[in-house]
């Protein structure tokens, strides 16, 4: 299993430039008229206020020209003003910030199949992930979400940060990319690979105990990295000592940083993978987008995130199901 094996191909690669070329044409066309309404705007408010000032002066005491009473009021409503047709005279560019990710994602990622944009919402997916991969939090915040089909699976992709408590007592649970699936086999049960030093967890393995069960995968490299625990071990035993085991070892060279997690619930499967940075980071609207600078590393990101949840829906499979 490679990354490139879910990488869009010359076609697909090509329709992506050609939705970029004409979202690069909007978004000249929009700060071009942003460079002549703001010097328009405002300086035609500038004209007036300066002719009406001047005809003030024509009846004003010749001690208080250009700054009487009226005067005054003319020079507040002419700021008011100019801070309103500032704004419409901005409103090309602003409209085009506001659709910015909306529109350019679904471009990007346009060799997905039924692709689907959401943001600042909680996920389909989320209330299915078994709460053990995570610990505890009360405060949740979810940022791009993207959902699709790829290569014959469905999956949710999105961006999450669960912290607990408040203040400068505030922590993490998790912060980085959660990718939601339907496994090739259900599992009867839940089953969960954390982060071993991860400290939420380890103060929420107290709390299941008593219906959570610790298991060793035999590797001893991921039994120092990794806690695995279940609520049926006959079934989670032969997977976390084959191929979960496999799995995690593959991760732990692609993503190397911080341990991902993995936990399967039933049919659902969900790989979590910590990282700090804006997986879905796109340049400022006033940059011009280039295809191998801004978009090809990203493509490339979410064709490695294919792969490894292709790979970790295989756990339980056979082997001629998983081929």
Known sequence: MEAADFMPDEA?????????????????????????????????????????????NTVADPNEQWFSTPHVLLYVVGFVATILLYFQAIKPASTLQQSFRKTL??????????????????????????????????????????????????????????RQGTGKSETTAFKGVIVA?????????????????????????????????????????????????????EAAQPLVSGRLAQALTWLSETWPDDPARVALNGGDGFLLLPQTKNFFELPDTSVPLDYARHVAPMIADMGAILATAALVRKIGAKDEAAG
């Open 181 to 233: 699936f339907e496994t090739i086999v259900p599992f009867p049960g839940i089953l969960v690979a954390t982060r071993r030093t991860n400290a939420v967890v380890g103060f929420f393995r107290g709390i299941f105990a008593g219906k959570m069960q610790e298991l060793s995968s035999g590797v001893p490299e991921l039994d120092a990295a990794y806690d695995f625990r279940t609520d049926n071990a």
């Open 12 to 56: 697909e690669i090509a329709g992506i430039k050609r939705g970029l070329e004409a979202y690069e044409a909007g978004r000249a066309s929009a700060y071009r008229q942003v460079r002549w309404r703001v010097p328009l705007f405002i300086g035609l408010v500038l004209v007036f206020v300066v002719l009406v000032a001047w005809l003030f």
């Open 105 to 162: 994602l679904p471009i990007v990622f346009g060799f997905i199949q039924d692709m689907r944009y959401q943001h600042d919402m909680t996920p389909n997916s989320f209330d299915r992930l078994p709460r053990e991969t995570i610990g505890t939090f009360n405060n949740k915040r979810f940022d791009d979400i993207v959902s699709g089909r790829y290569e014959g699976f469905p999956f949710e992709l999105y961006e999450a940060d669960l």
